[in-house]
């Protein structure tokens, strides 16, 4: 059973902060992905890593696949309330199913 | 071009009754996910459905839980005899394509269906 750690578990910041979270797993992934989920609604892909050592930009996020491919982080530069939610990595291992991690609980302080 | 439906969004049933809960792909979509969140955690995969064939259900419990894809409409996840613990949200995701990992097809998932078991 694959198995994916995410760290923090929650955190809070404040506005304007930089922040990085960070998702690991003991087995390769065929591919990474990045959601974000807002309470009440299904999770929202941000970005899809394939190939070990991937450097993904979107706005201010930064994802990063780890050369071995099985790790992962988020960075959010200058976070703003609009960033709030739970972000969640999943991951392939060579199936159809996606495995999800924990999840890390974001709040940003106005 | 719209998402993927669940209905309904919210379901509240006694202990001992049955639960059904829809979903509708994606226009073009014929690979259908089901997933469990219970609350302050992940997603975790339940089944997998293709058009009339369960592809996949090593996530399902081995009693009670049902999951069907008709050729005609909604995919149904079919929980009899509820119990508390099966409260939680349950979200149902579809794709284009057969996904194996490592390619560019993803799943799209729906606003969930919460279920509350008094």
Redesign the interface.
């Given at each position: 059973t694959q198995l994916l750690e995410q760290s923090p578990q929650f955190l809070s910041i404040q506005e304007g902060e930089n922040l990085t979270v960070y998702c690991n797993s003991s087995s390769v992934f065929s591919s990474l992905q990045w959601y974000r989920q807002e309470p009440g609604e299904g999770p929202v892909l941000l970005v899809t890593v394939v190939t070990g050592g991937e450097v993904k930009k979107l706005k201010r996020l930064t994802f990063q696949f780890g050369d071995a491919r099985k790790d992962s982080s988020l960075h959010i530069t200058a976070a703003q309330p609009g960033d709030t939610g739970l972000y969640l990595c999943a991951g392939y291992f060579g199936n159809e199913k996606l495995t999800f991690g924990t999840g890390t609980r974001l709040t940003i302080i106005p | 071009n719209a998402g993927?439906m669940q209905n309904p969004r919210h379901l509240v049933r006694r202990r001992g009754q049955e639960a059904r809960l829809r979903c509708s792909p994606m226009k073009g979509h014929s690979?259908v996910?089901w997933?469990r969140q219970l609350p302050e955690?992940?997603?975790?995969?339940m089944v997998?459905l293709q058009k009339e064939n369960i592809?996949?259900e090593?996530?399902m419990p081995k009693e009670r839980f049902s999951a069907e894809f008709p050729k005609e409409g909604p995919s149904i996840l079919r929980i009899q005899q509820v119990v508390r613990g099966d409260s939680a949200a349950y979200?149902c995701?579809s794709s284009r394509l057969?996904?194996?990992?490592?390619?560019?097809d993803?799943?799209?998932?729906?606003?969930?269906t919460?279920l509350t078991v008094l």
């Open positions: - | 993927v690979h996910y997933y955690e992940g997603l975790k995969f997998y592809i996949d090593s996530g979200f995701a057969r996904l194996a990992g490592g390619g560019t993803t799943q799209y998932f729906g606003p969930g919460r």
